[in-house]
Each structure stands twice: as structure tokens, then as C-alpha cells.
């Protein structure tokens, strides 16, 4: 019978060929669709490390580039130190934090370091002591940064538990130094891990996170960029403007915007999520037209194919074999498109063309991708089949 | 002959309607995308207001520092653009320069009502590079930016937050603690035209700290008017030999040595933006390819499958073609007839793919996902929507009209397979 079926398709190999292709094409679409939306539905349900609700992220617009400080810099530090003072002595403030990026913002520092022969990359943030509050990140080990530790003579960091994990195993991390300090750099020193922290948000995959401890004074301090202050529940979006205006009054020369973390989030969610609603929608359409071009290129098929149909009848044949029969055919000539489809897709993890798909995200995209063309293929092929079983053997054998 | 065969392309089309409406389902729905996309490129670069001149005009939107281990790269600071680039006025090809940063959140209390603005700062040329309508009042002046007036040009859109939509004009509206007095207002300029779009425009030097002057990199984008479109080759060529000079004079020459950096148009400007890595041998060429090989992408499945459907549709009339070849019609008569039935049924897929971008673009345009943003039809996207029909019919055609060629006079006489 399988055999028999595959010569079928053999006779018949020009027009599936083609057929075989463009069920091969949409594979490869659906496949592109459905592994981009289950990749960020795998990240969705990852904990995010941090809390977001009742936060408001400030940029600090100091009206000049980091480059170009020079000399001003620790007297525009102290100034961003009074200002996280004035903050939080407002009644409706309940922690607020100086830091180099904004959590669900785009953008931030990457750096790479050798570590014990291994090259790690690691995404991090200068941070001040308020952070771990203004944030609620969770400590799995040693403790977070305090205003005395920039005394310290190293550079204390924190890291996140998958960054501890690929350095130090499953060893302690706390108390052991980070890479080794090249001249002129002060030697990192692990000092807390926290449980994670996911600067993109909750569509990005779970990355590297290190922070790095930022003072406010000494000859090194430079202010930061940003603030992030946690209000009470329930304060009123008009404390926006007293905030500002205070802001204002303590920083004269600088502009400040601020955004409450939902705001951004929002934001960061339009980013990701636009383009493949876009996707999703242009390969709806193009499946819907494959489909209609499957069933019209099968009914003509089937039309070819009358006389055949109409000996098989009279020979004995039911009119469910025939229906079998076509469904069996249209299945192995589905199955060749998706084979060949499937072999390319795989060459993606073979060759370690996209790092940060994990195998879990990659299969079922494969799965979502073969399930939906064998639907549609099927479903394509009822209505065709159903006709071609309705040939009346004595009519076929007359037809010409 | 011509007339002939479109008289019998559209029997044919009548006669299987269900493969008609196929193929035309496909045709039209790929149109409407390619068209769409077309629509929403034009949207950002064609030459409209307020870059009427878009044609002749050049912007130096990003400039890279290079060193052995560093390299930094964002818009042009002003103290690079005023000393390089504004010289560049005195070549007798350049009409003008502006400078202008990039537009900036910026947020106004209002009766404890938070109101957003984007925000740029310019000096008194923009408004002489672009081309703004002004529905009240006018621009502000060289003058009030070498003095530091507080006086700001609002969009209509902000002067319906601010002021209700009354004349603002001599009123003063209050924004990032600042208090400007209202010159003039214009109309919106959507916010895809990156290098104009803003709610508000003010003096650069009205800037609340003067650290600006002395940067390299900042938020400053420069606008070069050129005399003709014909001379800007000349002026990006005189722009790179300036950036050499510009090398030799960086403030941190142990840091950064190199600098780059393009006189771009609007389209190679966004292509400097947006492709990974440093496109920096034509930018625009580049971002050409990719748009290209994203349409023949994008386009591929549409083509199978409408080649397929050709094919099936050819089988249908096997016998016709062997009539037509027993009486000596040839090959290549066969071929043009059957281009001309695929162009036909493409221009006819193209015109409901007309229809429909028309309707979808007015949806768009009312959903308001981009802010006003006014996605439209115009004879420029009508010849883009031709031109590209014509390609698809052409490129889907071909294959079956080879195949149908083939086809021997016997055995199609016999009405089998081919």
C-alpha cells in the first residue's frame, strides 16, 4: 500500500513538486511565526526578579554627554546625591535609587570577561545602594550593596544566579573575585547574588546581570542617568508634578522625565510584540491563499484524473477507498514538503545560527509548524476528495 | 493581436471562476502588503512637507569615534557641526545649513495635568531647510537664537493641549520649567519624518546648561541645503575630505582617532541608523537590497502559488493549446499569449489590491497607531503598485508558459496530462 502510494505521487512528480515546495515555503513560515511567538511566550512565564508596580523611572538630562564631564563631574554627582535625598524625604516615597538603566528600557552596557578561561558575557548596571529596595530584587546569597562599601579599596558586585552558576558552578560565589583586574582597574568582588533580574522584561530571554556599585562621593563619582522611585500604593499621578518641581528646584541646569515602570513596559511590549502581530497577520493571509491554491490545484488534479477514478469504481473500489486513497496521497506528498523543510530548519541549532533559542522553544515551533500544515493540507483536501469520490464509474469511463 | 488575446483572457477568467478568485485572492492580498509597505516608505522618505526639498537636501545624523580600543557612536555633538560643518555655508553649492537636536520628551503641568511634548532645539535656519505651514503666526529668527529669546514654534497639536485650540500666538506656554512665548504654530508633522517631526521647537541657545557647545557627540542633527540635487555628490565627497581634517583636531586623540560619518539623504540616513554594524560604504544601497530581498522573500510563496494555480489552469486547457499548435501557432506566440493572460489577470489583482490598500490605509490612519501619521495614495505609490504587478505577473508567469509551450500537439489533443 505505501508503495503503492509513493508511486502515485511519483507518476504524478512535476505537478508535486510544486506542490511539495510551496507546502515546504509554508512550513517554513509558520515555523518563523509560531517559534518567535511560543519564544516569547517561554520567556512570559520565567520569574522577572524584580516588581514594577508603584515604580516611577526618572531620566536625568544633565545636558551633557558622559564624555565631556571633565573635571565637573563630582560636584554634578553631589547634586544628583541631594536629589535622591530630596526624594525620599516626600511622604509618598517609599525608596528611590540612582541607576544606569531603566528596567524594560532598551539599551543598557554589555560587557565580556575572561573568567577562568571562559569568556562570559555579562549584561550590567551602575547602580546606588537604594536600588535593591526600589526594585524588590530577591537575595539568594551574601547581602546587597550599603553606602559604606564604597570605601571599600575593590569594586563589591552583585551578580545573579545564572551569572553564579556559569562562573562559579555550584560553589559559593560570595567573597570570590571576578575576573582578575587589568592595571589601573580595582579588583571586582562578588558580594551578594540576587535571584534574578531581567533588565529587558519578560519577553527577553533570562540573560547574564551584573550590578556594579556607584557612589555619590569621592573624586570617582559621576552621577547617574536615571532614578527609580517606589511610591506608596494608591498615590495620585498629580505627585508627579510636585516631584518634578522639587526636582527642578534642587537641579536647575537639568531636565527630568519621569514614567511610571507600567508605562514602559507598555512601551517595550509594543516593541516586541508589533512585528510579529504584523508577521502573524501577513502569514495568516498567506496560508489562507495556499489553501485555496491547494484545493484548486487538487480539484484540477482530480479532474485529470477521472478516468483513473472511475476504473478504480469499477473495478470495485468504495467510495471511501477513493476518498482514502486521495487523503493518503495528499499525506505523503505533505509529509515530503514538511521533511524537506524540517531538514532545513534543523540546520538553525546544527550550526548554532540563533544562540538564545533554547531546544524546548525549537521543538515546539517544529511541532506547532508540522501540526498546521498537516491541518491545512487535510482540510484542503476534503472537499477535492469528497468530489472525486462522487465520480459514477460509468460516466468516468466515458469521459474525454 | 493584443486586443484578441485579452478578449480571450478574460473568456478564460470567466470561464473557471473559482480559480479566478483564487488567483485574484492571491495577487491582491500580496499587493496589498508590498503596497502598504510601499505607502509607509514614501510616508518616510519621499518629498513632502515640510522636507519639500528632500531632493536636494543632506543631514549628517550620526557621527562614530574610533580609537584603538573604543569606539563611540550617536548623533553629532554641536561643538563638531558648528566648527566642520556650518563652514561648509561658504561652498558656493550649499544654499544653507541648520543645526537641530533631536527631538527629546519633555513634560508640562498643566492645571495638574500632565502633558507630553517632544521637543527639539534649533537655530533660526530650519526653517528656511524645511518647509513648514505655518497656520499662525511665523518661525523664529537667526537673531532670537544668537540671543537666546525665549520664544518657541508649537504644532497644532500642542496648541490643542495648551491653548484649546485658540490662536497662541504672543501667549507663553510653559515646558521642562521653562516659559516660552508662542511665535508660531504649524502644522503636524508626523512623526515618522525623523528628521523635522516635534511638537515644539525652540533656540538652541535657550538650552538650560551651555555644555552643548563643547561636545563632539551630542543630540545635534545638521541640515545641509544644497543649490541642486546635482551637487550633492560634490558636497559628501567635500564632507568626508573635511572629516579628515576634522581627525587631526578630536580632543582625545590618545582615545579616539578616527571619525565617521556621511552627508546622508533622508533614506541613507535611516539606513545608517538602522543596519547592524557600521554601514558605512553606501548606507543606502545596503538598505535598498535588504528592502529588495525582503520583497522577493516575501513574494516567493505567492509566486509558487500562483504558478501552481497557472499550471492546473494550463492542464484545463490542454486541448485549446493543441489546436492552436496543430494549426501552426508558435511556441513563442504561445508564451506571449499566455504573459499577456497572467498580466491581465495581475493588473486586474493589482487594482482590487488598490482598492483595498485605500481602505486599509484609511483605517490605519484613523487608528491613530502612529502618531499623525497620514498614510496615502499618491501617483508615486500607483507606479510603485504597477511596476511591482507587472513584476509579479511576469515573475509567476513564466514557468508556466515555458511548460505550456512544451506541450506536444498529440498528446494535448488527447486531452492527457502534460
Redesign the interface.
Known sequence: MTRHLFKLVWN?K??NA??I??IC??FL?VFGVATLGLFFLDNYQQPLGFEWKNVWSV?V?????G??LGGGAPEQAAIFARLLKEIRSFGAVEAAAGTAVIPFDQGGMTGSWTIDGKDVQVDFAEVTPGFAEAMGLKMVAGRWFQEADSALSWDPIVIDRDLAREVYGSGDAVGKPFGKAEAKERQRRVIGVVSDFRKTGELMPNGNFMFVLKGMDGPEARPLRNLLVRVRPGTP??F??TL?KRM?AVA???????RPLSQVRATSYHFFLTPLIVAGT?SS??L???G??L???L???L??RTREIGLRRAAGASRTAVHRLVLLEQLVVTSLGVLLGALLVVQIPVLDLIGVLSNRVFASGLVFAMVTMYLISFVCTLYPSTLAARVQPAEALRY? | MIRNYLKVALKVLGRRK??T??SL??IS??LL?LLLATALLDHVFAAQTPEIHANRMLGIYRLTMKGPENI?N?QP?YAFLDRFVRPMTKLPSVERIALVTEA????S?LN?R?IQSLMRRADGDLWRVLSFDFVEGGPFTVADNENGRMVAVISETTRERFFDGRPAVGKTIEV??QRFRVAGVVRDVPILRYSSSADLWVPITT???S??K?????HFTALILARSHADLPQIKAEFQSILRGAEKQLP?PKTFKFLVAGADTLFEGAARMFLPGEAVVNPGGRLRAVLLALMIG?M???T??????N???I??RASEIGVRRAFGASSRTLVGQFLVENLVLTLIGAAIGLVLTAFVLHAFNASGLIEHASLQLNFRIFLYGLAIAAFFGIFSGVYPAWRMSKLHPVRALR?R??
Not at chain 2, 527629546?104 to 513634560?107: I, L, T
Open positions: 504524478r512535476r505537478s510544486l506542490m515546495l510551496e515555503v509554508s513560515v531620566r538630562d544633565i545636558g551633557q554627554s564624555a565631556n499621578a498629580e508627579e508634578e518634578v527642578q536647575p541646569e537639568w531636565s527630568f522625565e519621569v501577513v493571509f498567506l489562507l491563499m495556499v485555496l491554491g484545493i484548486g490545484v480539484w484540477q488534479n479532474l485529470q474525454e | 473559482f480559480f478568485f483564487i485572492f492571491g492580498v500580496t502588503v563611540q550617536s555633538g527629546q520628551d519633555v513634560v503641568f495638574g500632565k521642562d520649567g538650552a538650560k546648561s555644555a552643548y563643547q561636545e563632539w557627540l551630542g582625545d516575501f516567493l510563496l505567492p509558487i502559488n500562483l504558478v501552481n494555480i499550471l492546473s489552469r492542464l484545463d486531452g496530462s502534460i
